[in-house]
């Protein structure tokens, strides 16, 4: 069974993308201050993924994970979004180059039957960074699996052994997936890439307003965000990564 019961939650703040680094890193510092640890910046060009990872770097403590590190690895992030649906070589290679570089991955799973896909990946070429499986569940997209709880539940019997996980619901499926990821053990992942309402007929405010809500949820299940340093230890990366 995946590692449940963890004594905190790792928050994930992931912003809609602007183009610009300069409001994605301040939104970056006030998610720090209500206890996001990791960051998960846009796809873009390659330059600005190296000038917001500086940046980040620069005004925040955070763990910096990219959402598509394709061509982008010598930006040296923290982590990477790894997708499981993509093209079977590529991904061997991604995972590998992953591991030879100390990034940790976050391996995203839209459909559970993608579980499969990560399972013959670690049987066949090893383990990540570390030894830490983190994935990241991404429920309620159209033509992926719902964001619910009987879902998440089910997700968590299909993860491997040892196996950590957040997990986001899109849109209106935001705070089922929330209450049965703490209620399973899990993390959390909110922003305003996944998010547009608050509520019915209320529209997001910013990224600080959904993390908020999360941290506030984390501390009700006795489960509150954990520091950044805890955050490390959970993904397996203790210091900046160096290229």
């Given at each position: ?157 299909r993860l491997p052994d040892g196996a950590t ?57 006795q489960r509150p965000p954990l520091a950044v ?15």
């Open positions: 069974m995946p590692r449940s019961g963890y004594p905190g939650t790792l928050l994930t703040v992931a912003p809609r993308a602007t183009g610009s680094v300069d409001d994605l890193v301040a939104a970056a510092v006030s998610c720090e201050r209500v206890g996001v640890s990791v960051v998960l910046v846009p796809a873009g060009p390659v330059a600005w993924l190296r000038d917001a990872v500086v940046g980040l770097r620069e005004q925040t403590g955070l763990l910096v994970r990219l959402a598509d590190v394709t061509g982008a690895l010598d930006v040296a992030p923290d982590s990477a979004a790894v997708p499981l649906d993509g093209d079977w070589e590529a991904l061997v290679r991604l995972h590998t180059a992953l591991r030879d570089l100390r990034i940790a991955p976050s391996f995203e799973i839209t459909d559970l039957a993608l579980v499969a896909v990560l399972r013959r990946l670690l049987d066949e070429h090893g383990l990540p960074v570390a030894d830490r499986v983190h994935v990241g569940l991404v429920l309620g997209n159209p033509g992926g699996s719902p964001g619910d709880a009987v879902t998440v539940v089910d997700a968590v019997r996980f957040s997990a986001a619901g899109l849109d209106g499926t935001t705070l089922p997936v929330m209450l049965a990821a703490l209620a399973t053990g899990g993390h959390l992942r909110v922003g305003t890439a996944d998010t547009a309402d608050y509520a019915d007929g209320q529209p997001v405010r910013d990224d600080v307003q959904l993390v908020a809500r999360a941290a506030g949820l984390a501390k009700i299940a340093a805890e955050a490390r230890e959970l993904l397996g990366v203790h210091s900046p990564v160096q290229v």
